[in-house]
Nanobody, 121 residues
């Protein structure tokens, strides 16, 4: 079992930046690929970014357009999502996710509770 706790979501103005954090417990974090997903009101949850167990491989959704960076600190059992040039369309609940292995898979095995990001115009 893996427990994931997100933090860092808040209200931010368009064009601003924000860093989300997710701390994991209950499993060897350093062996686990991690990801960030988001769900906007009235829309399905969608993939945003993922990072392999070592941090050497990252992947991003098309809408990121170079604005987001995923990173991890295995010593702290924490994964981050640095977001910049935020747009109102980025408003969503952002979920941290853990995959059942060292690399991204088709779907995560574990989810956090989510953290709200609201971007005002």
């Amino acid at each position: 079992q893996v427990q994931l706790l997100e933090s860092g979501g808040r209200l931010v103005q368009a064009g601003g930046s924000l860093r989300l954090s997710c701390t994991a417990s209950g499993r060897t974090f350093s062996n686990t690929a991690m990801g960030w997903y988001r769900q906007a009101p009235g829309k399905e949850r969608e993939f945003a970014a993922a990072i392999s167990w070592s941090g050497s491989t990252t992947s991003y959704a098309g809408f990121v357009k170079g604005r987001f960076t995923i990173a991890r600190d295995n010593a702290k059992n924490t994964v981050y999502l640095q977001m910049s040039s935020l747009e109102p369309e980025d408003t969503a609940v952002y979920y941290c996710a853990a995959y059942d292995g060292p690399h991204r898979q088709s779907a995560p095995a574990y989810w956090g509770q989510g953290t709200q990001v609201t971007v005002s115009s």
